[in-house]
């Protein structure tokens, strides 16, 4: 079945330059790169992103994390969206765990991560954890009109497309 993922180079990977790399490990899968763009993300979508974390004790440094601030307030990630069968799945492995200590070797969060001093997981990108979650994360981040490929419902909206 075809999913949809969010993938996030997040500000940790950003700032070190990443993302031609992670770009280059999606690409060499079957998965094919439908959307694309730069993001200066502000408080209000950080939180709605990991809103479902909203009661964790690490939120506030999430948010933090998300928005550059721990990271010399490298405040743009790159947002794109991969579609594909088990899109997830192969996401999901090319990503690794979300701890890099823990992740595969070879994997993005294992080969580029580490957990800092402060205990902070510096895992480089996000990575939707299953289908559902891909699209409320992809209409959170992406308008219609930014996606080359008609992936979910849209209509018409005073002259614009809207997510149905």
Do not use: C
């Amino acid at each position: 079945m075809t999913e949809h993922i969010l993938v996030i180079i997040k500000p940790d990977g950003m700032l070190k330059g990443h993302a031609g790399h992670v770009l280059a490990r999606f690409e060499e899968t079957d998965l094919l790169l439908v959307g694309g763009r730069v993001v200066k993300v502000t408080r209000e979508l950080a939180e709605t992103h990991y809103a479902h974390l909203k009661d964790k004790p690490f939120f506030a440094e999430l948010i933090r994390f998300l928005m550059g601030e721990l990271h010399n307030n490298q405040d743009m990630v790159l947002a794109l969206i991969f579609s594909g069968e088990d899109a997830v799945k192969k996401g999901r492995a090319i990503a690794g765990a979300t701890n890099p200590e823990l992740a595969e070797p070879h994997s993005i969060r294992g080969s580029l991560g580490r957990v800092t001093t402060k205990g902070v997981f510096e895992n480089v990108i996000h990575v939707s954890s299953d289908a559902l979650e891909g699209e409320r994360e992809i209409k959170l981040w992406f308008s219609p009109d930014e996606v080359a490929r008609e992936i979910f419902p849209s209509k018409l909206v005073a002259g614009r497309k809207a997510w149905l």
